[in-house]
């Protein structure tokens, strides 16, 4: 089931123009060794902070889409445009985060609770010196590292790893790459333009599986079910009905 084949184009060309412009870097080999953990222990107060990124105050974009189409990720690819977080020292800047997974065995009953599940996965990383923070706002991501673990050589090359790691050890995710945006606001409103196109998906999904009124007629994300072949299809299941009432 295809959900976000439109975004995944969107987003490799997106990375396409960042490499023609010199501005993404890439690594294909993840760190030698893993970022240690410090369990509970792991909060990044203002007087520790060395780096703020997507603080409310600046643009956030974060955002997960995946695909059941073989060799379409690149196994452990972590991708970056814009500085390191050595180069971002004292500062509080802008941030866009996309993951990209390759999964199998998604099908009507199971997309969206397995959505959630490596959704999850960013609240469940317990890096030493790394403080994800609650955001307001959905697909923002705010977060803070201190300044002991980016003396130690904490990175964003750790910090995709990590996460790689953790979707991987899902049975359903057979590969991930990562993408991670530093160097500006406009860069990042790039990526919230992609991020509001999968939001839809995902709120169509969600409304499908957990409401019980399903009138397209009344409904806010009938066209996007109009055009996601994959939404027709859970919609039909949850619902008994005709893909073509969508249509």
């Known amino acids: 089931m295809e959900f976000f084949e ?5 987003v490799y060309a997106y990375m396409a123009r960042k490499k023609a412009g010199g501005t993404l870097s890439v690594c ?4 030698v060794e893993e970022w240690p953990s410090e369990k509970n222990r792991n909060i990044v ?5 060395a780096v703020e990124l997507g603080n409310p105050s600046q643009e ?9 189409e073989p060799g379409r990720v690149h196994p452990g690819r972590i991708s970056l445009v814009g500085p390191e977080l050595r180069e971002c020292e004292g500062e509080s800047r802008p941030f866009g985060k996309v993951v990209l997974a390759e ?4 099908d009507e009953n199971n997309s969206y609770d397995r959505y959630r599940e490596m959704e999850g996965v960013r609240y469940d990383l317990d890096l030493k010196g790394y403080m994800l923070r609650a955001a307001s706002q959905y697909q923002r991501e705010w977060s803070r590292v201190s300044r002991e673990a980016l003396r130690d ?4 090359r750790f910090l995709g790893a990590s996460l790689i790691s953790r979707l991987t050890a899902l049975d359903y995710v057979d590969a991930a790459e990562i993408l991670f945006v530093t160097s500006g606001r406009e860069d990042v409103l790039e990526l919230k333009k992609i991020a509001a196109e999968s939001a839809l ?3 169509a999904m969600n409304k499908i599986v957990e409401e019980f009124s399903h009138d397209c007629a009344t409904c806010d994300y009938a066209s996007v079910c109009s055009d996601v ?4 299809r859970l919609r039909k299941v949850h619902t008994g009905s005709s893909s073509s009432e969508t249509e």
Not at 45 to 49: I, R, Y
């Open 201 to 203: 998906v995902i709120n």
């Open 45 to 49: 107060l203002a007087g520790d902070m």
């Open 28 to 31: 294909d080999e993840p760190p």
């Open 60 to 68: 956030s974009a974060a955002l997960l889409l995946w695909t059941e």
């Open 6 to 10: 439109k975004q995944f184009n969107d």
């Open 153 to 156: 050589g904490f990175s964003l």
């Open 229 to 232: 072949e994959a939404l027709r």
């Open 103 to 106: 999964v199998r065995g998604f």
